[in-house]
């Protein structure tokens, strides 16, 4: 019996299809016999253009000069003054995009991170500071008050500057300067003041957070353990919701105290060097900077120090530096020069001339006191010179000897906030007392009782006598040319 062929169209489809399959196989996925196959690539994704904003919720503000980058990407961008950034071929994925700026250093942290898919390019990243709320409730452990109220944090060490100093008791006080309420007086007269107070002991890191502390005053700082303690610094009062400020304890004893070095730079806000400004650091004796706007001072106490910086025509700057036992500090510091008012006028010699008869007129008619330069104490403190003065109260209003005010008896009893003259020029407040140094005064004239000022020291229009007393400070360099 003949077996059966197979019909000739299935012998040829079975033949053929293999080679059909093979040439219709790109060379490349052709492989030899019994070689594993290989995965099939997926196409590779398109790059979008990602656009992204920086923001700062505590300014509640775009967040200029911010440095953004991508967690695992060779990619960086600085955002404009719109807080804008944006990536270019960016292929859609989930990326981590980090934040860095000066506003976080301050803060202590090191950024900002916000977690991102990109499908399209078409939803902008925002990476932003924290949130006031939310950096209180990190500290704070409740919900936070009004926005006049913040806090102050940071960590204390020892004098060697690396040891945190755990045990140690911050302080953060403040001076509450009000009118008694329903006084009817003016403004400036029946002036009260009262200290307030808030405490922190450290942790094991050395750390530390003061919650409810007011955001429009200026607050003095400072850190106690045992034998040790830190100077008393200023942080100025100026809305600022978080601050951060470090310290670093020294030896009370500031004869027996390990000391350091502090190299400085004052210039004005255009960086142009100041020089002949005087700079007093806590423990150490004054010097003045040279033609190049610097400064050193040797063996000065370790620990968080205050500086007082001054000039005559800038507006006296009270600031702080750490000093860490036998190591240089470096300082630098911008003086603004006084714009909204003429503190030191310029005037011909006969203008000066009649100007000191004047003074010396109203001395011999006894209206008020008048002090010239050779009965002024040229070593005290601005504030101790005033207090030598009759019928003055002086009240320190920060750590620094140039931050305080002047009150006089009110017409109504209890105190007003004296008003201010220099060289003639009435001043809007009392910022400007500790501006000169001793020595750059010519003469001060006090009336404690507007009734027997001159009309152009009573504060307010002629004949009115509901204000306060006057004080009056006469430079030399509007005095003697």
């Known amino acids: 019996m003949t077996a059966r062929r197979p019909a000739p169209s299935r012998v040829a489809a079975a033949l053929l299809l293999p080679a ?228 670093v304890l020294g030896v009370r004893d500031t004869a027996v105290a390990p000391r350091g070095t502090v190299n400085g730079m004052v210039s004005d806000t255009s960086g142009a060097p100041l020089a002949g400004v005087r700079v007093v650091i806590e423990g150490a004796p004054p010097v003045r900077t040279d033609g190049d706007g610097r400064f050193s001072l040797t063996r000065v106490p370790a620990g968080t120090r205050r500086v007082d910086l001054s000039m005559l025509g800038r507006l006296p700057l009270t600031a702080s530096v750490d000093v860490v036992a036998n190591e240089a500090a470096a300082f630098s510091a911008q003086l603004r020069k006084v714009n909204t008012l003429e503190v030191v006028k310029v005037v011909g010699s006969a203008e000066a001339a009649q100007r000191i008869r004047e003074i010396e007129e109203r001395k011999r008619a006894g209206m008020g006191y008048m002090r010239d330069s050779s009965e002024l104490p040229v070593k005290a403190t601005p504030a101790a010179m005033y207090a030598m003065l009759p019928n003055v109260q002086v009240t320190s209003t920060g750590s620094g000897f140039r931050s305080f005010i002047i009150t006089l008896p009110y017409n109504r009893g209890g105190r007003c906030l004296a008003n201010l003259y220099v060289d003639g020029q009435r001043q809007v407040d009392q910022s400007m007392l500790g501006m000169f140094n001793n020595d750059e ?41």
């Not at 994925?93 to 803060?107: E, K, W």
């Not at 060697?160 to 001076?175: C, I, K, N, Q, Y």
Request: one cysteine or more; hydrophobic letters at 40%.
């Open 20 to 247: 059909v399959l093979l040439l219709a196989m790109p060379a490349a996925a052709q492989q030899r016999r019994g070689a594993p196959a290989r995965p099939a690539q997926p196409p590779a994704a398109r790059g979008v253009t990602v656009q992204g904003v920086a923001f700062d919720s505590l300014a509640g503000a775009p967040l200029e000069g911010a440095y953004v980058t991508i967690t695992g990407q060779p990619r960086a961008a600085i955002s404009d003054r719109l807080g804008r950034f944006r990536f270019e071929n960016l292929p859609p994925a989930t990326y981590t995009f980090a934040l860095q700026h000066a506003v976080l250093d301050s803060l202590g942290l090191s950024a900002a991170t916000a977690r991102w898919t990109v499908v399209d390019g078409t939803e902008p990243v925002r990476v932003a500071v924290p949130s006031f709320r939310t950096l209180w409730r990190s500290l704070c452990q409740d919900e936070p008050p009004a926005r006049d109220t913040g806090f102050v944090f940071g960590t204390v060490r020892l004098p060697d500057g690396r040891t945190p100093a755990r045990g140690t008791l911050v302080e953060a006080a403040w001076l509450d300067i009000r009118r008694s309420a329903g006084s009817g007086a003016p403004p400036g007269a029946d002036v009260t003041v009262k200290r307030w107070a808030r405490t922190a002991e450290t942790g094991e890191e050395g750390s530390y957070g003061i919650c409810g502390i007011p955001v429009d005053v200026t607050v003095q700082l400072a850190g106690e353990r045992d034998t040790l303690a830190s100077g008393v610094i200023d942080l100025s009062g100026r809305g600022v919701l978080v601050r951060r400020r470090d310290l």
């Open 441 to 481: 005064i010519a003469a001060v004239e006090l009336f404690p009782r507007p009734a027997n000022a001159p009309p152009q020291f009573q504060g307010g229009t002629a004949g009115n006598t509901n204000t306060c007393g006057a004080l009056v400070i006469w430079t030399k360099a509007a005095l003697y040319r």
